[in-house]
């Protein structure tokens, strides 16, 4: 796996070494109660998801994707506060989290979503790697890719709805990587595209 800890970014087209990655993460110790973690933050259409489905299927870990969490598109930045307060706190503490979906279709909230303690969670999305969040993490990743490639991929996953609020969104992202530092405080660093 080419990732850097706190270092230059690697170079493109390296390839992600799931198992090597996946080794890293057991031999973290858990930072929320008796469970291990794990952050894949970075810009949309990047290849969190795939990355978080990938590190799930070998760790036999749930994923959460703190992108239905979101309450809209302007909803971002109060993400984070929610996702620590109202999921981590109490899967530290040993108790069954109960977290607030956002119903995309309907642009309204939506079901409660039910997280048990286990020895791994990993949270997929833009935001997972913020401040507030940081210290629940057994480990923090950064995925990015050129933004080409990033719209790309979205647009071919969600592009009826994305489409018109890609301006929007991306900017968010900016400022909210920007004020959390979240590339810099990752632990592993990767590229695709």
């Known amino acids: 796996m ?3 800890a706190h270092g230059p970014e690697p170079p493109p087209g390296a390839r992600i070494r799931y198992d090597e990655l996946a080794s890293t993460i057991r031999a ?3 930072a929320c109660g008796s469970t291990t973690v794990v952050a894949v933050d970075g810009p949309s259409g990047s290849g969190k998801s795939d990355l978080a489905d990938r ?3 070998r760790l036999d870990a749930q994923v959460l994707r703190v992108d239905e969490l979101v309450a809209g598109w302007h909803g971002l930045a109060a993400m984070p506060p929610v996702v620590a307060r109202d999921l981590l706190a109490p899967l530290a503490t040993g108790e069954v989290a109960a977290v607030r979906s956002w119903n995309w ?5 939506g079901e409660l979503v039910d997280v048990r303690p286990g020895p791994f969670l990993v949270l997929d999305g833009c935001g997972s790697g913020s401040r507030v969040i940081r210290p629940y993490l057994g480990l923090l990743v950064w995925i990015d890719a050129p933004e080409g490639v990033r719209r790309a991929r979205a647009m071919a996953r969600d592009g009826d709805v994305y489409e018109p609020w890609w301006d929007v969104w991306a900017a968010q992202e900016r400022h909210l990587f920007a004020t959390e530092q979240t590339m810099a405080a990752a632990d592993v660093r990767l590229r695709s595209g």
Do not use: G, M, N, T
Not at 105 to 109: H, K, L, S, T, Y
């Open 55 to 57: 590190l799930a299927k």
């Open 28 to 30: 973290r110790q858990p």
């Open 105 to 109: 279709v309907d642009d309204r909230p």
């Open 2 to 4: 080419h990732f850097s």
